[in-house]
């Protein structure tokens, strides 16, 4: 299964805004509202943190937020805290029976 | 509240089986489907297939067919994950996540590590 694309690593320095890519295809990301987005600390388990592209599950913080254009969704994180610091994973919703979800390869973001 | 509590760390030897549980608590288990993730170790998150917790029907991403079986005890809300013939490569962290597909994984397991060794 071909994962969808992210940079390997970002950084930022407290107080600025990142944004991290996930690129896919007219079959995934391009055609389904369905991008979700997961922070993970090391040696813990992925946490929640956007869906259906835009969405904040509650209790995530608004300095998280979502979007798309095209074949690519991104996230930004403004006010860069040092809590951020860990991996983010994109997924999306694709039309196959075998692979329905797919998960991009994540990105390390790195504070500085 | 939600949560998912996964059997704890497993050290098999080659050509051994593991069974990895994933009990759920705080909501209507048939409510929602369980899904796999696989995460090797300083790799990413890949999906294995997920099973419906209201017919038992499970499904199998390419690469884990055959030794991988999603089944269910619903009687106890539990979930499961056997790997027969365990391979060095099977060595990872398993989580099971809930989330009907297309639907996001809002709640995952804390993990469950494999490790196959002789």
């Known amino acids: 299964q071909s994962a969808l694309t992210q940079p390997a690593s970002v950084s930022g320095s407290p107080g600025q805004s990142i944004t991290i890519s996930c690129t896919g295809t007219?079959?995934?990301?391009?055609?389904?509202?369905?991008v979700s987005w997961y922070q993970q600390y090391p040696g813990k388990a992925p946490k929640l943190i956007i869906y259906?592209?835009?969405n904040r599950p509650s209790g995530v913080s608004a300095r998280f937020s979502g979007s798309k254009s095209g074949n690519a969704a991104s996230l930004t994180i403004s006010g860069l805290q040092a809590e951020d610091e860990a991996d983010y994973y994109c997924?999306?919703?694709?039309?196959?029976?075998?692979?329905?979800?797919?998960f991009g390869g994540g990105t390390k973001l790195t504070v500085l | 509240q939600v949560h998912l509590v996964q059997s704890g760390s497993e050290l098999k030897k080659p050509g051994a089986s593991v069974k990895v549980s994933c009990k759920a608590f705080?909501?209507?288990?048939?409510?929602?489907?369980l899904n796999w993730v696989r995460q090797a170790p300083g790799q990413g998150l890949e999906w294995m297939g997920w099973?419906?917790?209201?017919?038992?029907?499970?499904t199998y991403a390419p690469g884990f067919t055959g030794r991988f079986v999603f089944s269910l005890d619903t009687s106890v809300n539990t979930a499961y994950l056997q790997i027969a013939s365990l391979k060095a490569d099977d060595s990872a962290t398993y989580y099971c996540?809930?989330?009907?597909?297309?639907?996001?994984?809002?709640?995952w397991g804390q993990g469950t590590m494999v490790t196959v060794s002789s």
């Open positions: 996540a809930r989330g009907e597909v297309g639907d996001a994984l809002d709640f």
């Open positions: 705080g909501y209507t288990f048939s409510a929602y489907a």
């Open positions: 099973i419906s917790t209201k017919i038992g029907n499970p």
């Open positions: 007219n079959s995934d990301v391009g055609y389904y509202n369905y």
């Open positions: 259906d592209v835009t």
């Open positions: 997924s999306s919703y694709r039309n196959s029976r075998t692979t329905p979800v797919i």
